[in-house]
């Protein structure tokens, strides 16, 4: 899998010592070489208030001796992924998985070709499709999500990272990543943050192309998740996932996940939708200097356009509240110089 | 709280580029200086072939190129807790916390005074409460860990682990954590492992000391886990713990909750008694080189003997495994120069 934090944009602002240095990294060694020209921080930002609150955020919390100075450890960053990290249309990606993944074994096995909703799906039959209801659904989950263990998966949902890809823009579905959010984590690691995915994804399923596709390791990936069996299977000690939902990490989910596999409260968070509101509201609970930031899809051309009537990622009461409290709200259109990373 | 990795004999292992250089750090800089005394690693650990076990798994996942070699970001330890990095009696040192916070509401409260269990904890009746029984121990742990705010529990905690003094060594708890454990975990952590704890102790108790007694932040901390309840109090976000159970970080839900939090095998697993069996079989079920390693409580004299027959730390079925497995058995009596930090 090609990685998408190999763009050239990117390269150029964090691989090099000086580069470090300009993004404010604390601890970058002075320089003995002359100076090279190093584009500024978050290239693909335009100039103006929102990426202006980033800079200015990032400067007070890592002031030492400042009123607002964060200790290092304490630097936690916490991002949303469907649709603030990579696209989520026409569906939540991890839907197309699951639809790909039945098709599969439905064309594989007779039985199942003959039993919904495989039998739609195989037939490819929208009007059906749209119609499933949560027995639907449960079933889809079950046959595409469970019942295997967690290295057979993880092997599967490889595959099709490596393989699908997306109707719209023709490019795998891992490259569908935000360049200016490539950018954000890398430049608030540089300057000492840890960063967290806290999705209604699938924990397991992100955890696959998370390192790859945004430097982001499996421990610091939160999500949905299914139940798991401990299983001694030939003397070799395997996990089996099963159909039982664990946790469901969206809206209030997210803060107690985060609670829970944290343990502190993000300085920073970044959402797109009203499933992020109190994981929003969370980390602007705490004292100090806060970051608040909501993704707004207004950009039908390069991307999507959706917000208060959407299926998918409405974003409505986390729009007033941003409004109201002064978060940084992100139009795609005005804010991003691009969307995707260059080809 | 003073921090017990600030003993003399640690310092000088890991703080010193040189130390860094001795204990194996791939990427410290060659040095200019003249070479200075330094101790070897594991300074507390006698020599022997446990020690050596040791350094020897170290050496082979950390050579570049070895045919057992572990990129850095694979590199996962966890560790149990009680009676693998700190001492487990007279009792779990978590209840005696529950205990001592009991009887400070108690004292406090003349309603709760008159009840159960309250009242025998209050007149210190120990015939009452060895009989305490599963109504008795929710009663407990609803009045001691729910109730409240995260941030008014870690408070509660942290005014505890300052001022409580354990009954036989006259020393807070905090300090009764293994010196050569400690020893071991920046040893882990100077050769590129991430280093975790695995614990059946409620995660949010143990996050209040984890950072300062053994240099692992909150978010490298599972446990077993109550439920909490996301809230807006005066306008702020908050959690409030609630007395339902969420997690059982015991046995089974070890490895369950390592994927869950890390989702990583880990390459070596450190625990001391049968409720770290699956934990340690899941370690050993990864390829490659692993490191499985079990505290063998043998040592009454400067500690606590206790194995088979014990209802704290029960080690039975994993001492059995463990010997017909050939993981590494540790006699704290002969494996062990030392057991707590210097005062």
Known sequence: MSNPF????????????????????????????PPVLIPAPLP???????????????????????????????????????????????????GLF??????????????LAQREPFKSILAGDQAAIAKFGEHEIAALM????????????????RRWTETAIHPRFQRRY??????PMLELLAYLRANGFKTFIVSGGGVDFMRVFAESAYGIPPEQVIGSSGKTKFEIRDGRAVLIKQADIGSI????????????????????????????????QYAAGGPGARLMLIVHHDDAEREYAYDRQSHVGRLDKALD???QRNWVVVSMKRDWRTVFPAR
């Open 321 to 323: 509240e941003a409004t």
């Open 142 to 157: 079950a046959a595409t999500h469970a019942g295997m263990t967690t290295e057979e998966f993880n092997a599967i949902v």
């Open 98 to 111: 699951a639809f790909a993944r039945a098709h599969e074994l439905a064309s594989k096995d007779p039985v």
């Open 174 to 179: 891992v490259e569908l990543v935000y360049q």
């Open 249 to 280: 990490d969206d809206k209030e989910g997210k803060p107690v996940n985060i609670d829970l596999h944290i343990g502190r409260r993000p300085t920073a968070a970044f959402g797109n939708s009203d499933g992020d509101l109190a994981m929003l």
């Open 44 to 94: 693909s930002w335009n100039e103006g208030p929102n990426r202006q609150a980033i800079l200015d955020f990032v400067a007070r919390v890592t002031r030492e001796g400042g009123p607002d100075f964060v200790p290092p450890n304490e630097r936690i960053a916490t991002f949303d992924n469907d649709g603030t990290l990579w696209a989520e249309n026409p569906m939540y990606f991890q």
């Open 6 to 33: 190999a763009a050239p944009s990117r390269r150029n602002v964090v691989t090099s010592a000086a580069g470090l240095t300009l993004l404010g990294l604390a601890s970058a060694p002075a320089l003995a070489q």
